[in-house]
């Protein structure tokens, strides 16, 4: 992964309208939203507040009193696995979606309106991994970065690189960096000269009821002690806390058995 921030502003461009391809918001469906709610709310100390109900109960997260992420609720018919998933912009979603579709990809939900929010499609990658495509109205998305519990960084895990980081530079307009690393199959997809997400690469070791899929990286001040914490709230530790180029990170789940990272970013 790559420090994508920029700037340690907290705001900076996050009030600012994004240029197609930046990642700019994460969401999260889950069966049990209140005790969702309550998890993350003690561990990030978020706090909630409703949002577009166009999907069923929403709501988005805020820290600071500005819009960090969502949680929703599945249909209770659904048994799907709960999995943090990014939104990338567009200008117009209904052409990003058709530009999926002719590249091997699926779109599962949508393009539709969220209210005055904006407007959204769900689709998936060739590989099978799942993402949102958002064009924004009166909701930017994310509106703070650079504080502990927000997003810092999204990263696919998928089988190899080479197909899907294809996929993402057609349908995103990214420019895919490969890392030169012998035996690392990493590619890093930037954006406007900038990185803003990554692909990992990981062949057969990924875990076979989840798949190819985004994982989320949240900052966080220390990682052991919100590793910790998150323990006594009823989440799990998948991987311990390793020291990275880029931060101590560990890669945890929550009570639901949604995947994430927490990452205390290295200065």
Known sequence: MT???????????????RAPGTPCWVSLMVHGPAATHDFYGALFGWEFRPGPQQLG??????????????????PPDRQLPTAWTPYF????VNRTAETVRLCGGTVGVGPLDAGEAGRMALGSDPAGAVFGIWQA????????AGVPGTPVWNELLTYETARVAKFYETVFG?????????????VTLHLDGRP????????EALPRDRGPHWMTYFEVADTDESAARLVELGGHVLSPADDTPHGRVATVADP????????AVRH
């Open 3 to 17: 420090d994508a921030r920029g700037s340690d502003s907290r705001f900076g461009e996050t009030n600012a309208r």
């Open 57 to 74: 109960p929403y709501a988005r997260a805020l820290l600071i009193g500005r819009e960090v992420a969502g949680i929703g609720q599945l």
């Open 89 to 92: 912009a567009s200008d117009d």
């Open 137 to 144: 109205a009166a909701h930017l998305g994310t509106a703070v």
């Open 174 to 186: 990214f420019e895919p960096v490969p890392d030169a690393s012998p035996g690392r199959d990493y």
């Open 196 to 203: 803003v997400a990554g692909i990992h690469g990981t062949g």
């Open 256 to 263: 639901e058995g949604a995947r994430f990272a927490l990452l």
